[in-house]
């Protein structure tokens, strides 16, 4: 028997030092080798975006997949959600960029699911109007990544919920409470919304093929952390006679204060970058962030600094260094100690100042039409039979 | 410690000889005692029906405070439900006549419940284009009771999920996963689908309240087998700021076979008097079916007949014979042999045929509005604060 792991990660908590090798072996996913890099590269006709060349993504199931059903004239969708408990952070951010690169190259289209009543369920203290709120003000800063509106669907859980719940309704019966038990770990204290809830996150996932009656492959950009969901779904999918989605997974960032992850729920808002946070306070927390440096100048410079540890190389890397030949670069002088961390945060600093702005007014203009990407109705009779 | 009683009775299993003072006790409900019944008929400026006055209904939760409250000018409203899995028979229009004749004495809102989800989760080999079906079906028969359709509103779950769900969200953060198991003895296998639908259930019971901002009492009249979801609703209540329901619980009806109950599950359609059965089938089965009676004319002439176990009798006392000097003169005649039962069935059958086809008649007359009742949208802002 393999030893029991140090950290425990599912879509309720995150915990200890994660190995996300060990984490990936565990939840019995495949690692993303070069070969299928490239193979994305010549499908997407252009570079990869960091999170991909860099190694963010790291895990997925079935790409290959995805990759010969587009060969053959067979297009995906796009589905990644988010559970609206409060502001997004830059972390949040990282499985939408990643569809929007896919929408941009593989023209396919990008369905969002905004779960305000999981968040409902799962935080004692927030009400049904606070994650509703949360949930329209999340939906912004999704858009204002840059999806394209023509091809792109909101599922907002209880504002979509007449068109969700037929299928909901079939995939839930698929579903024994041991199996969400047993996936999520979850007490017998769960109250019986949050146990009935992946069969919610589930509904995207085939909702394309329900709705057309035809089977369109799903791919799903996620933190690993939302994996077990999905294993769910992959489970029941051929049982109600739809394609299991494929899922590319993604580590978790790391927080300015050096935990492992960014968060909504830790004791301090300093830990994350807030993308309603103002520039002075953004400022401030970079300088502020924990970094891979030294105690002295004088050993910076003799030593270097570890960049695998830093928030801030953290955050070059996910997007802030586009060009290889930037990123390599800070990473080198990073290591070599030529580049010390005030200098490094100094550099970095108006990068994001200039990407919260472009960020905000692509904010604006989402609220021109975010309403009317809202599923309402199912382009559908809701008793007409499934497609499986 | 008590004894274990010898039978089961939860919405998902009756099970064994059912004792009914028993079960009282067990469910802590109270009996509907000769005071309350002179109370209800003052309040009613009228006569009870039948099932009241002849102790069908025989266990009641805060039926004495609803009529407090009526008399302070604080009307209640109605709910009861139908789960579709079948044609009704005629023991599923108990808990609606009451309710009708309730609505048409205090001239309250009647709600009805269909619950298409919760039956397709329930049965295995039921699809949900099945059960959807079906609750159509069955509200036709249910509006056929006579309800005023000005007063009369519908919960048909997959097509009032939009108006339900935001509010069967707040419910279901309340139950805890143990409370379910506990309450309808959920093994592990259960779908989570059904474990999720106690909360729907609750949903009626303060709708009106959640919709206007203000407190609506509501009175249920169902089978006592139902009682277990609304201890649920109950319990919850004060909680998120409701008053709890009322119930009015009744026996349920021995089939027509000798068994305890008339039910759509059993292996013989010959149970039960369905209402979608043609003359000559409920002639047939009415002709066949158990009877308190002896093994001869002689002995039966001799010692009389046994009503209280009479399948033949309990339909006389539910609805077919509506004056007391008739029934009591049906009951007088069978315990002295008087009465035989071939002569009783002979008697039954006209009076059977005449309510089905005056049923048949207004059924034809409620597909014209059926579909209006749907609640479709609240009339309130689904992210509106709670009345709670």
């Not at 409470?177 to 809830?197: D, Q, R, W």
């Not at 103002?278 to 300088?287: A, G, L, N, Y």
Request: with cysteine; proline share 8%.
């Amino acid at each position: 028997m393999p030893e029991e792991p140090e950290f425990t990660v599912t879509p309720y908590e995150v915990k200890g030092k994660i190995d996300y090798e060990r984490l990936r072996e565990l939840f019995g996913t495949q690692s993303i080798g070069p070969e299928l890099l490239e193979r994305l590269e010549r499908a997407a006709g252009g570079p990869l975006p960091p999170s991909l060349r860099r190694g963010i993504y790291y895990s997925h199931r079935d790409l290959g997949w995805v990759l010969d059903e587009f060969g053959k004239h067979h297009p995906f969708f796009l589905y990644s959600g988010r559970g609206p408990s409060g502001p997004l952070h830059t972390s949040h951010l990282v499985p939408f960029e990643l569809c929007q690169w896919f929408q941009e190259r593989f023209h396919v289209p990008m369905y969002i699911q905004i779960t305000d009543d999981e968040k409902f369920w799962f935080r004692p203290k927030l009400t049904r109007e606070e994650t509703a709120r949360w949930g329209m003000e999340n939906l912004l800063d999704i858009l204002a990544v840059g999806f394209d509106p023509k091809n792109t669907r909101v599922m907002f859980d209880t504002r979509s919920i007449r068109a969700m719940y037929p299928l909901a309704v079939e995939v839930a019966k698929k579903i024994p409470y041991s199996t969400a038990k047993a996936v999520f770990g979850f007490p017998p204290s769960t109250n019986i919304g949050l146990v009935f809830y992946t069969a919610l996150q589930t509904v995207p996932c085939f909702y394309p093929s329900w709705e057309s009656g035809r089977s369109v492959p799903c791919l799903i950009p996620c933190g690993i952390d939302q994996d077990p969901h999905f294993r769910v779904t992959r489970d029941i999918a051929e049982g109600l006679g739809y394609s299991k989605p494929a899922l590319l997974h993604s580590q978790m960032l790391p927080g300015l204060l050096g935990e492992r992850v960014m968060s909504t729920m830790g004791d301090t808002k300093d830990n994350a970058l807030f993308l309603n946070d103002p520039p002075k306070d953004v400022e401030k927390k970079i300088r502020n962030a924990f970094t891979g440096g030294r105690s002295t100048v004088e050993e910076q410079r003799r030593l270097g600094a570890v960049p695998e540890v830093c928030s801030v190389w953290a955050l070059w890397r996910s997007k802030f260094a586009p060009t290889d030949a930037e990123f390599d670069g800070i990473t080198r002088d990073c290591r070599s100690g030529a580049l010390l961390c005030g200098e490094c945060k100094a550099r970095l600093i108006p990068k994001v100042h200039a990407f919260y702005s472009e960020h905000a007014a692509r904010r604006e203009k989402a609220k021109e039409y975010a309403e009317s990407l809202i599923v309402v109705d199912a382009k559908r009779s809701p008793t007409a039979p499934s497609a499986g």
